[in-house]
């Protein structure tokens, strides 16, 4: 039955995207009429690979924050379950007219194919579909060049302003227990989990600002002192509980503020945090261009060099933090309590599982997504595949995992923490010898870095996705940046 009222509904679609302080879709919506605000629980999307038990619990700890922010607006959060189109079709019936608001998402192949559904119905049924950009990636860009300064344009832009009313056609009955009919495809629980919610955002970003951002530089590489010197923004900025502009702004005022105060390693630190913000949207940028990167070789010379040499007992050693290392293992094994790592630990399991162990990535790079509550697809892949040397643009690195052990973690807390069977004298042996697989690893990929065409390849990866440098007077433009990007943490 159609809804009596004669109004369009203006539907809401809240995605990675779950807040109400600058919320572009939701903005728009209150200006234009009734809205709908709306979080559709899609069961199959829960059934892909890359999902987990701790990405609902985070989401749905932002959607009761939403749901109460939107209450105190007049209005609520609707939560459907069932398939996007299915769901949109039935609103469309039941109120006669619809719009629909949503930000633009760069998210898996999954939601990729999902949006496309979605605009392909809104057309045929002659429902009009507005999509805004969320942050700094730009959709249909073919030209990296000027890029960075489009970035910065967005984020100069003004924040739009909590709605001062939300007026719903009817009051939605709110969220309660969301994902109850959506199992989602890793049930491992998470004692450990960082909380989520636009408070618990909020204090996350103020408490980094006012206290933790000091130990920024120098602080985030040891997995001893990043839990608290690091940002931990990362879920937050994945699910848009917090919007990166609001971050970026408000990290912009308060460098401005410790450089009238002559505070400099707070000016240091906060200008390393800045450029991690900037390479959030550049690595999630690769994606939107080519959605590819989820399940392919960035570079396709190296199809064919790791997919037939696949140990599953290795793989399911390096999952478990048994594979001898300490470090290694102390990492994988916090990882599954926690649901974070610092981006120098990502970046060594990443190396230790794709060159030590002969692993190829696209498994490994489905077990951390499941793994890491702030997984973000453009992030991910991107780091993903840079730290497994498929990309042809960045310079190899392997990780040896008994120097970080002795860089990092020198007088063993954090492995004594994770890995207490060391102390007792009962912890496995290596399963492989670091030195020789990494010589190993080192001649594979050599091989295949000097079959003809690969260097003209990289060149055209390069001009399309890789990050742009300002030239000095004795580097071109062109050059292909090799410097060792870290992941967003």
Not at 47 to 74: M, N, V, W, Y
Not at 232 to 256: D, F, M
Not at 270 to 292: G, N
Not at 432 to 459: C, I, P, T, W, Y
């Amino acid at each position: 039955m159609a809804h009596s009222s004669n109004q369009t509904v203006h539907v809401v679609w809240f995605k990675r995207d779950l807040r109400v302080a600058d919320h572009a879709p939701l903005w728009h919506a209150t200006q234009a009429g009734p809205v709908w605000p709306l979080y559709i629980v899609e069961p199959a999307y829960w059934q892909q690979p890359d999902t987990s038990l701790r990405h609902q619990d985070f989401i749905g700890e932002c959607l009761i924050d939403l749901d109460r922010a939107l209450k105190k607006l007049g209005g609520g959060l609707a939560v459907a379950r069932g398939d996007a189109v299915a769901t949109f079709e039935s609103l469309r019936q039941r109120f006669g007219a619809v719009v629909i608001h949503a930000h633009e998402e760069t998210g898996n192949d999954w939601t990729f194919q999902r949006d496309r559904r979605v605009r392909q119905w809104a057309t045929t049924q002659g429902v009009a579909f507005h999509e805004y950009p969320q942050f700094g990636v730009v959709r249909g860009l073919t030209n990296r060049d000027r890029w960075a300064s489009q970035w910065t344009t967005f984020m100069k832009k003004p924040r739009y302003s909590v709605p001062d009313r939300v007026q719903c056609p009817e009051l939605p009955h709110g969220v309660s227990d969301p994902f109850r009919e959506a199992p989602c495809f890793d049930q491992t629980p998470t004692p450990l989990r960082q909380p989520g919610g636009l408070r618990a955002g909020e204090s996350v970003l103020t408490g980094f600002l006012t206290d933790r951002g000091f130990r920024y530089r120098g602080g985030i590489s040891s997995p001893n002192s990043a839990p608290t010197a690091a940002s931990r923004l990362s879920a937050h900025i994945a699910y848009g509980s917090l919007s990166l502009r609001q971050i970026v702004q408000t990290t912009w005022a308060r460098q401005e503020k410790a450089r009238e105060a002559g505070q400099t390693r707070w000016r240091q630190s906060l200008a390393q945090f800045e450029k991690r913000l900037h390479w959030h949207c550049h690595f999630i940028q690769k994606l939107e261009q080519q959605p590819r990167l989820e399940y392919e070789n960035m570079h396709r010379g190296f199809d064919g060099m790791r997919e037939n040499d696949f140990n599953e007992a290795f793989f399911d050693a390096w999952k478990t933090g048994q594979t001898g290392y300490p470090l290694i293992d102390a990492c994988m094994r916090s990882l599954i309590e926690t649901g974070w790592l610092t981006f120098r630990m990502r970046a060594m399991v990443t190396s230790f599982a794709s060159y030590h162990l002969w692993l190829h990535w696209k498994e490994t790079a489905l077990y951390l997504a499941r793994m890491f509550t702030d997984y973000e697809p453009g992030i991910h892949y991107n780091q993903i595949q840079m730290q497994s040397g498929t990309t042809g643009i960045n310079a190899t690195r392997i990780y040896n995992p008994v120097k970080q052990a002795q860089d990092q973690d020198p007088d063993h807390h954090f492995i004594n923490q994770w890995v207490p069977e060391l102390k007792q004298g009962t912890y496995t042996s290596p399963i492989v010898d670091h030195q020789l697989a990494q010589r190993l690893a080192r001649e594979r990929m050599k091989a295949f870095r000097h079959q003809a065409g690969f260097r003209d390849e990289s060149k055209a990866i390069f001009q399309a996705l890789g990050s742009r440098r300002r030239p000095t007077r004795r580097k071109k433009k062109t050059t292909i940046d090799k410097r060792q990007a870290s992941l967003f943490d």
